[in-house]
């Protein structure tokens, strides 16, 4: 029998997951320990970042709905309180859309942490860009790239990037 950290260990490791898988996570991770000191639930925030790509299907438009419903019915398995649960949920869907509605400092910590790649030296950032790329190889080069403008000029163009200041 395969436990809920196997499950979700392999559901990492696909091999389409380029950019989405086991490094992304221990990004975040350590993303987590360096804001420690800014996280009212650390646990909360970690439990959101070890679940919230645990679905993964670049040809899919609901990852952030099915690795929520994922990790609220692992965590209920698991025991855990149910608004712990709901608050781990509400923190993996926040990621649907990084700056639509109100968000708790540990909401916006978390969106931030998820786009900090974004930010990265320019060697960390070009491998980010190439990952993403490999994910979406079956998609045309020219298709590509007007939907990675797409994502990444509404984010350009925001006044702030970031929900918080780090």
């Known amino acids: ?19 989405h898988g086991l490094a992304h996570v221990a990004f975040l991770l350590d993303e987590i320990d360096r804001r420690a000191d800014l996280l009212g ?8 970042a070890w679940r919230h790509d645990g679905v993964n299907d670049p040809r899919g438009k609901d990852d952030e709905l099915r690795s929520a419903i994922w990790a609220g019915a692992a965590l209920a398995a698991a025991g855990f309180a149910p608004e712990r649960i709901q608050a781990v949920e509400a923190m993996m869907l926040k990621t649907i859309s990084h700056h639509a509605g109100e968000a708790s400092v540990d909401e916006a910590l978390f969106q931030d942490m998820d786009f900090a790649i974004l930010g990265a030296p320019p060697e960390t950032y070009a491998q980010y860009a190439d990952n993403i790329r490999a994910a979406y190889a079956f998609v ?8 990675r403008r797409g994502f990444l000029r509404p984010v350009l163009a925001q006044r702030r990037m970031l ?3 780090f």
């Open 140 to 147: 045309p080069d020219e298709q590509f790239r007007t939907a």
């Open 41 to 48: 639930d650390r646990e909360v925030v970690t439990l959101a």
């Open 1 to 19: 029998m395969v436990s809920e950290g196997g499950r979700l260990t392999a559901a990492y490791s696909q091999p389409h997951r380029s950019y």
């Open 163 to 165: 929900r918080n200041v």
